[in-house]
Nanobody
Framework: QVQLVESGGGLVQPGGSLRLSCAASGSIFSINTMGWYRQAPGKERELVAAITSGGTTNLNYADSVKGRFTISRGDAKNTVNLQMNSLKPEDTAVYYC??????????????WGQGTQVTVSS
């Protein structure tokens, strides 16, 4: 069993900042890529940012967040953070963490967290 738990969402004014965190736990042999996705009401889920086990050398960001959001591996094992600065109302969405996990059995699949709400509004 693998679980991903997100934290750090909330309400923030335009121009403000939030930091999201995600921790993966359970029967994990290794994690390749961890990422953040978001889904706004009436829209499809979209990639926000992703980071591989290689760290800072392999980062992928959505064009809409480049220069404002930063993804990083956490200090604790199997954690990932998303620092969001200069937030805009259009960043309002439920943010989901995911992880490409290989379990000790050799089984590999994507796991998702339950999501955390981010609302940018004055």
């Amino acid at each position: 069993q693998v679980q991903l738990v997100e934290s750090g969402g909330g309400l923030v004014q335009p121009g403000g900042s939030l930091r999201l965190s995600c921790a993966a736990s359970g029967s994990i042999f290794s994690i390749n890529t961890m990422g953040w996705y978001r889904q706004a009401p009436g829209k499809e889920r979209e990639l926000v940012a992703a980071i591989t086990s290689g760290g800072t050398t392999n980062l992928n960001y959505a064009d809409s967040v480049k220069g404002r959001f930063t993804i990083s591996r956490g200090d604790a094992k199997n954690t990932v953070n998303l620092q969001m600065n200069s937030l805009k109302p259009e960043d309002t969405a439920v943010y989901y963490c995911n992880a490409d996990v290989t379990r000790y059995t050799g089984f590999r699949r994507l796991y998702w967290g339950q999501g955390t709400q981010v609302t940018v509004s004055s």
